[in-house]
C-alpha cells in the first residue's frame, strides 16, 4: 500500500558527505512523518532522523549537525544530507515513514529496503 524508494547510498571517504533520498508512493492519503533508521553491522537498528509533517525533527544522539533532514511534503520525498562522515556512519540505511493510506483506518509503519553507506578511513 505504501511503497519507500530509497537511493543516494555508497561508497564516501572519512569527512566526505552523501545525500539520501526516499520517495513514498502508493495510495497515500496522508503522511504523519518520514525518517531514516540505521543498522550496523553487529548493532541494533537506531534512529538517524525523523522530520515530522508540520517539520519538527528528532536526531539520533550525536548526529545532528553533522545529518540535516528535510521533506518535500508535495513529493512524499524526505532527504537526509550527511557531512563530515566517519567510518562508524558505516549502515544500511533504512527509510520510513507513518502513513494512512486510502483505504486505512489508523496510521501504519512502512520502511524501505535499505540503502548501504560505507564510510572509508
Known sequence: ?????????????????????????????????????????????????????????????????????SRDNAKNTVYLQMNSLKPEDTAVYYCYTRALVATGSRLQDYWGQGTQVTVSS
Open 1 to 69: 500500500q505504501v511503497q519507500l524508494v530509497e537511493s543516494g547510498g555508497g561508497w564516501v571517504q572519512f569527512g566526505g558527505s552523501l545525500r539520501l533520498s526516499c520517495a513514498a508512493s502508493g495510495t497515500i492519503r496522508s503522511i504523519n512523518a518520514m525518517g531514516w533508521y540505521r543498522r550496523a553491522p553487529g548493532k541494533e537498528r537506531e534512529l538517524v532522523a525523523i522530520i515530522t509533517s508540520t517539520s519538527n525533527t528528532i536526531y539520533g544522539d550525536s548526529l545532528k549537525g553533522r545529518f540535516t533532514i
